[in-house]
Nanobody, 118 residues
């Protein structure tokens, strides 16, 4: 059974930092592209960051470029999202996603809440 378990969310003031983690199990982690999405209240889920197999390439939404960093540790089956200089508009539930292009296998975590408040 595939599981993606996010952690690290919480309350933070503007300008602060948080580091999200997503621990994967039940899949061959090295085969998967890993992504972080977020969904704010009343808005659609949006793609925040992507990291390819092996971590050789990363991509970010324009809204988080220069502030967020995605990384992965294949020895721990874990993907991270380092979030710096947080803004009120970063408030959302953050979801981890694992995608295996060849088969179309696509898995989601349960989400972790990030709240940026003044």
């Amino acid at each position: 059974q595939v599981q993606l378990v996010e952690s690290g969310g919480g309350l933070v003031q503007p300008g602060g930092s948080l580091r999200l983690s997503c621990a994967a199990s039940g899949l061959t982690f090295t085969l998967y592209v890993m992504r972080w999405y977020r969904q704010a209240p009343g808005k659609e889920r949006e793609l925040v960051a992507t990291i390819t197999k092996g971590g050789s390439d990363t991509n970010y939404a324009d809204s988080v470029k220069g502030r967020f960093t995605i990384s992965r540790d294949d020895t721990k089956n874990t993907v991270y999202l380092q979030m710096n200089s947080l803004k009120n508009e970063d408030t959302a539930v953050y979801y981890c996603n694992a995608l295996f292009y060849r088969s179309g296998s696509n898995y989601w975590g349960q989400g972790t809440q990030v709240t940026v408040f003044s």
